[in-house]
């Protein structure tokens, strides 16, 4: 991996439909080029796969909340998983880390309402080994999701 292929990769993780004739035009390479170099990324896994950006407020979920769990035992992964599958309608649970420190896991989810949060930290709370949480709201997101433009903070 050299730098052209940082660079290709920092195209598409901005945005994942770019053309290779885009790609080629922005890192001075022929399409065969690009196109030989993204094959060969997403063959040896760095590249894993493409996704869309979701708008969360237009799918009724306008609420972004992170949410700690301290667990007791060893049994984190399996916790996370279950934690994973607590997604309905008006509260999706995106993704699940370990951590180190305090807390075992941290939850990234999206939610519908003050309402839907508290339904789901009920559910949260009856996972077997599930001790405790702690939950922090977010306001906004600060990245730039190459949508918005450099700078630009996105709505959560």
């Known amino acids: ?28 390479l022929s399409r065969p080029a690009v ?24 799918l009724g979920l306008p609420l972004t909340a992170f949410i700690w769990v301290r667990t007791t035992g060893a049994s984190c992964h399996e916790i996370g998983h279950a934690l994973l599958r607590l997604s309905d309608t008006d509260a999706i649970v995106q993704e699940c ?22 339904a789901l930290l009920d559910r949260i709370r009856t996972v077997p080994n599930v001790q405790e949480t702690m939950t922090i709201l977010a306001l906004s997101a600060l990245h730039d999701t ?9 709505r959560s």
């Not at 190459?146 to 996105?154: D, E, F, V």
């Open 97 to 118: 880390y370990r951590v180190t420190g305090e807390w075992c896991l941290l939850l990234q989810t999206q939610l519908a309402s003050p309402l839907a949060l508290e």
């Open 35 to 58: 196109h030989e170099r993204i094959k060969r990324l997403e063959e040896q896994g760095i590249i894993r796969g493409y996704q869309a950006l979701v708008d969360w407020s237009a």
């Open 1 to 28: 991996m050299d730098a052209l292929d940082r660079e290709i990769i920092s195209f598409l993780r901005l945005n994942g439909r770019m053309s290779h004739e885009q790609i080629s035009q922005q890192v001075n």
């Open 146 to 154: 190459g949508l918005n433009g450099p700078g630009k903070a996105s």
